[in-house]
């Protein structure tokens, strides 16, 4: 704890007291006071004066009646956490945007009816990823790309063999 002026001439006091009675020599008083009058802190000033005895009882250098020691910081109170392992989950995928680029991916072979599912499904997705927020919408984006492509062929390919032959 920080000393002030006042503590310091306390101790010059004690130290003038001790050298008038004969208990400090003069080479060690004028050390005693120059290192009282250098002194920060009141345990600074207990060690001058610690080894001269006061009338009454021995007591520590006093602490002055307006000191308040400052309140101990309350520790962080524990936030918590939103999720009890860490992470939240990922956002979901949505299932009809997977089936639209699934059902893209095998229109080839279903002779169309797999792009015409693809574009039904595609559309559904867009509509619920833009409703719920689910995750999907490169896959239903790509789905629908493909599945369009797959129409247009199958109906090139159906029409040219009626017409053909």
């Keep these: 704890m920080l000393a002030g002026d006042a503590d310091r001439e306390r101790a ?11 208990r400090l020599r003069q080479g060690e008083y004028e050390e005693r006071v120059g290192r009282a ?16 005895p006061r009338s009454g009882p ?31 989950p990922p956002p979901r ?8 680029l699934v059902c893209s991916l095998v229109g080839g072979f ?7 599912g693809a574009v039904v499904l595609g559309h559904v ?5 833009k409703e719920r927020g689910d995750q ?4 239903a984006t790509g789905g629908l790309v493909i599945g369009y492509l ?3 062929f199958w109906i090139l390919f159906w029409v040219l063999s009626a017409v053909g032959g």
């Design 12 to 22: 010059v006091n004690v130290l003038k007291d001790a050298f008038t009675e004969g």
């Design 37 to 52: 009058y250098a002194a920060r802190t009141y345990s600074e000033l207990d060690e001058l004066t610690a080894d001269i």
């Design 58 to 88: 021995a007591q520590p250098f006093p602490v002055p009646a307006t000191f308040k020691p400052l309140p101990r910081p309350m520790p962080p109170y524990p936030q918590p956490q939103p999720y009890p392992y860490g992470y939240p």
């Design 93 to 100: 995928t949505n299932g009809a945007a997977v089936g639209a």
């Design 110 to 116: 279903s002779f169309g009816l797999g792009s015409v």
């Design 125 to 129: 997705a867009k509509k619920q990823i």
């Design 136 to 139: 999907g919408d490169g896959m």
């Design 150 to 152: 797959g129409v247009v």
